[in-house]
């Protein structure tokens, strides 16, 4: 769907038609859903904040003046309901209030790339994880990120380099045990 | 591994994510037939690719489940704010997919054609009157209005034999495009002029995109193509086509499709159409849209009247006659325009290319910087630039995304060194904006900011 008829759809939004808003779920969510899990580093809390982003983002559809703009904007109520959710985590760490840990011994390849994903600088984690889940298209992450392309290329190469490192380095230390 | 296999590092992690540029590819697959060491690290970063897409696509198949969740939240936010529209979990999830494709292929209409509407059974008497009356029809003036605008779009079209068109020409109001102001197309033999009135500028482009683009305009106001679209989205079940024929024959017949809200993914804004068919010519005299507004009730978007079906069309009417003298003439059909990309980045191109503009324009060699700047005449570069009399390029920064929407390619800031009664001093152009030239993608041109 171009930005076009994306237009018309956000519109259709705006004078209160759910169903099209539903268009903009399919269409959007995604992206939603990964710039948090960058952000965030963790899927559970990652659903949790692209769900309320999303359901902020159609309660104050009516507010968003350039339709065309509304992959920016949808993505900036993300970023900064993450920020605001990794804010309130830290007072609660701060207060003494322990987080659980997934218990069991047995860690498969996935739980060792979410940790390694996880341990990733946020500025390297977040481009990444876009450009995963956007079928590798760095210029798309450019946009989305309003960075330029060859930048967009370094951090994506960058993460790459040291997922690697973080990765071989927890075999290391297996190895060693 | 050594220090020059540290230098691979960075070029394998691109060749790995699918951004390594086929020149450097070719250079890195030589030093890997003869390191090992760059082999190995190489094969450990694909299998960690492999990781990784397996890891987000494991993911993605969680992705339907999360948005159903997000859609019932907001289904019952609505409901706890007394918000009475009908569930879109509901609507959006009872389809199956094989009606998206069906409907992707009706709305976007390149798939059927004329032939399929003969073959298949006519669902509605009226209905297919008006395809065979339209079916006939070779030429036709089209006015397109839009709710809260006074000028409409307007057409005049020449069809061939075969139902398809031949001749165009439109007058595109300034509220279609406020950025170039109100335009005169006219499009023939594959070529399109277009005059913009406001940058008193001509064009002639021969270009896929555009011919694409105006099949697609043809497609949503031919009428032969409606009626059929109408047709086929009921048959799958995306449209509920309702007719109402009065009993007096001045009355005219309506026909009203009310759509499905999937049809949005396919780029069908409106929710309910309206066509008004003449009793005696079977023939369409108005189409309105309309969208589904908050408590259910259809709002006016547009209106599209038809006009003087079949009165022949004078062929000067599809040639622009009517231009000034004192218009830019930019002919994009006759010659090259911009700079080929070759091997270089997206990126790389765009500073080449405002480079070797302002070189040119330094070394007084306007045709060149003519060329660079979308085939703009010579004169008029030396017009703008003579008493500018820039002196040296100072700097070019890194290529910025174009901040205009829906606007291609970058803007590359830079510094430039003019010089005016013997004192220098810096000067900042606006852009300027670098893209790739309509319909020829490896090659780049400046297309507008390269002054203050």
């Given amino acids: 769907m171009n930005a076009r008829l994306d237009n018309g759809v956000i519109r259709a939004c705006q004078k209160g038609n759910k169903a099209a808003f539903a268009v903009l779920v399919e269409k959007h969510y995604k992206g939603v859903f990964a710039l948090c899990l960058g952000i965030l580093g963790n899927v559970h809390d990652a659903e949790d904040a692209a769900q309320e982003a999303m359901l902020k983002g159609f309660l104050r559809i009516k507010k968003l003046k350039r339709q065309d703009q509304f992959e920016w904007w949808i993505l900036q109520i993300a970023r900064n309901h993450c920020i605001d959710f990794l804010r309130r985590k830290k007072r609660i760490k701060a207060s003494g209030v322990k987080e659980s840990r997934p218990s069991g011994s047995q860690t498969s390849d996935h739980d060792n790339l979410e940790q390694a994903i996880k341990r990733l600088p946020r500025e390297l984690r977040v481009p990444l994880t876009m450009f995963y889940f956007d079928g590798k298209n760095a210029k798309t992450i450019a946009d989305k990120l309003n960075i330029s392309h060859s930048g967009a290329c370094q951090k994506i190469r960058n993460a790459r380099k040291q997922l690697h490192e973080l990765l071989t380095e927890r075999t290391d230390d297996e190895q060693r045990l | ?452």
């Fill in chain 2, 1 to 452: 591994m050594n220090s020059d296999c540290e230098k691979m590092k960075d070029q394998i992690a691109d060749l790995v994510t699918g951004i390594l540029s086929e020149a450097q590819e070719q250079k890195l697959r030589q030093h890997l037939a003869e390191c090992s060491a760059c082999r190995d690290y190489t094969d450990a970063l694909q299998n960690e690719d492999a990781l990784l897409t397996e890891y987000v696509e494991k993911m993605d198949t969680d992705m339907t489940h999360r948005q159903e969740r997000l859609l019932q939240t907001i289904d019952r936010s609505c409901q706890s704010r007394g918000m009475n529209t009908p569930s879109i979990r509901r609507i959006i999830m009872e389809n199956p997919m094989t009606k998206y494709a069906a409907a992707a292929a009706i709305i976007v209409g390149v798939v059927l054609t004329l032939s399929i509407w003969d073959k298949t059974t006519p669902v509605a008497y009226a209905l297919e009157q008006t395809a065979k009356a339209s079916h006939s029809v070779r030429f036709l003036h089209i006015k397109d209005f839009k709710a809260g605008e006074d000028e409409p779009k307007e057409f005049w079209l020449e069809f061939d034999d075969q139902g398809q068109a031949k001749s165009i020409r439109a007058h595109m109001p300034a509220w279609e495009s406020p950025y170039d102001g109100a335009k005169e197309v006219v499009w023939k033999d594959g070529k399109a002029k277009i005059w913009f009135k406001k940058k008193k500028t001509l064009m002639t482009i021969k270009d896929q995109r555009f011919a694409d683009k105006m099949s697609k305009i043809i497609h949503l106001f031919d009428p032969k193509l409606a009626v059929q679209r109408f047709s086929e989205l009921e048959k799958v079940g995306l449209a509920k086509i309702e007719i109402d024929e009065p009993s007096k024959k001045t009355t005219p017949i309506t026909v009203t499709a009310t759509y499905s809200p999937e049809c949005k993914k396919f780029g069908l804004l409106a929710d309910r159409t309206v066509l008004y068919v003449d009793q005696t010519t079977k023939l369409i005299t108005n189409l309105e849209s309309y969208c589904l507004a908050e408590g259910g009730d259809y709002e006016l978007m547009g209106r599209t009247g038809f006009y003087e079906y079949d009165q022949k069309i004078d062929p000067a009417m599809f040639v622009l006659d009517n231009v000034p003298s004192d218009v830019m003439e930019i002919d994009q059909t006759t010659q090259e325009i911009g700079l080929e990309q070759g091997d270089l980045s997206d990126e790389e191109i765009a500073i080449k290319v405002v480079r070797e503009f302002y070189e040119a324009v330094i070394a007084k060699d306007y045709a060149k910087a003519g060329r660079i700047f979308g085939n703009i005449p010579a004169s008029r570069i030396e017009e703008k630039f003579k008493e500018l009399n820039i002196v040296r390029i100072i700097s070019i920064e890194e290529p910025q995304p174009h901040p205009t929407p829906g606007v291609e390619g970058f803007m590359v800031p830079c510094k430039l060194e003019i010089e005016k009664d013997g004192i220098k001093s810096v000067y900042e152009p606006y852009g300027p904006g670098v893209r790739p030239v309509s319909g020829r993608p490896n090659r780049w041109n400046i297309h507008g900011g390269v002054e203050k």
